[in-house]
């Protein structure tokens, strides 16, 4: 009897470990995982760049999102944007919100936009890739003289860092800004090309923009490199006060996290390496390590809610800062070296990648080598960082 008893025990046992391990295999379905593999649909796009650039290295994101839902998700009212200035094509024209400013001069983009801009493989060129470049600090590419030339074009190149404290006195260092920036890449280990080109993503090339001129009133002596906490308002200036808000005292931030992030950003050293760290933290470290996953919240290492987490609201942001980091490692002569690009899968994916809103099917071709966005390249694109602290 004992014996039996022994055997069905076994028995049981063996069902509920067999069923446990179909259990995790199906579960292990429907996870994100990293391959060097891609869809059919992708690989002539890859094949052509590793022919240019042996050295390059491309990991694809299998996302198991559906394509449908993740758009769903992205087409919100005031999630992506774009320039009120931009075709009727780009912009949302439902009754009741066409054109209604959720920024300044910025209103909710199409659902075709999104489209475009979230389908990878308009994106699969020397330039506009590099939105997938992984985002990890590289002690071989990063070096002042490379961040120089990413800088090179704007009032940051070659500059000597000079601030305003809270009493108005002008402070004048030793240290020029790639300095400032290369050490907050080391500090970080965020890429210095990133943080590089996100400066001038966020402020432009002039050190006269209000986020870093130290000069707003009730805010004197305050500054912010990457315009964190710069959520949008309709008031005037709503949001760069809303940055130097957080550069101030982290809107609502625990000591612990203040004295983390180096705040108050009272000089622009301790706002470019405290909002490198801001960006480290929480971005890079939590799975959103290439500039398009900061865009579009699709990946989270720590198994979060999606679709929320998002640097930028413009929805053309990687797009651009694409192309600022190309010219960084052209410039520096980088191009040969090995770069890891991470690109994302969506599941059930249009057979052909989606068209831009303002071009046509003509546009597109199987070579990759025609144009793949017609759009404004130069444009200081950013609306604020939206609901993410």
């Known amino acids: 009897m004992k014996r039996k008893v022994i055997i069905i025990t076994i028995v049981i046992i063996t069902v509920i470990a067999i069923s446990f391990i179909l259990i995790n295999k199906n579960v292990a379905k429907t996870e994100m995982y990293v391959s ?6 992708y690989e002539p796009y890859i094949e052509e760049l590793k022919k240019q650039y042996p050295n390059w290295d491309f990991k694809a994101l299998y996302t198991n999102l559906d394509w449908n839902y993740v758009i769903d998700n992205e087409n919100i009212f005031g999630k992506n944007l774009v320039p009120k200035s931009y075709s009727d094509s780009w912009k949302n024209t439902n009754p009741g919100e066409y054109n209604v400013e959720v920024d300044s001069g910025w209103v909710d983009s199409s659902r075709k936009a999104v489209e475009f801009a979230m389908d990878p493989r308009n994106f699969l060129n020397n330039i506009r890739v590099f939105q997938f470049e992984e985002l990890s600090y590289n002690s071989k ?10 800088l090179y074009g704007t009032e940051f190149y070659n500059e000597t860092v000079e601030y305003l404290n809270s009493s108005g006195q002008n402070i004048v260092t030793d240290k020029k800004y790639s300095d400032l920036i290369l050490s907050a890449a080391k500090t970080s280990s965020v890429s210095g090309f990133h943080l590089a080109s996100r400066i001038k993503q966020e402020v432009g090339p002039f050190l006269s923009h209000s986020s870093i001129s130290g000069k707003v009133e009730g805010f004197e002596g305050l500054y912010n490199f990457y315009n964190i906490g710069a959520t949008s308002s309709s008031e005037p200036m709503g949001a760069i006060k809303n940055g130097l808000q957080y550069a101030k005292d982290g809107k609502g931030a625990s000591t612990a996290t203040k004295n983390k992030y180096l705040i108050p950003w009272n000089t622009k050293e301790k706002a ?29 290492t720590e198994g979060g809610e999606l679709f929320w987490h998002q640097y930028m609201t413009n929805v053309l942001a990687p797009y651009s800062e694409s192309k ?6 052209k410039n520096s002569d980088l191009l040969d070296s090995s770069i890891s690009f991470i690109i994302p899968i969506y599941e059930n994916m249009p057979e052909l990648p989606c068209l831009s809103p303002s071009i046509s099917e003509d546009d597109f071709t199987e070579d ?3 144009v793949f966005a017609n759009v404004q390249t130069t444009l200081n694109v950013r609306t604020g960082p939206r609901n993410f602290i």
Do not use: M, R
């Open 36 to 41: 060097s593999e891609f869809p059919e649909s």
């Open 141 to 150: 590419t990063n070096t002042k003289s490379s961040i120089e030339k990413i």
């Open 272 to 300: 470019i390496t405290g909002g490198a760290i801001f960006i480290g933290s929480s971005y890079i470290n939590l799975g959103q390590n290439t500039i398009y996953l900061q865009k579009f919240h699709v990946n989270d």
């Open 324 to 329: 600022l980091i190309y010219n960084g490692y």
């Open 368 to 370: 990759n080598t025609k």
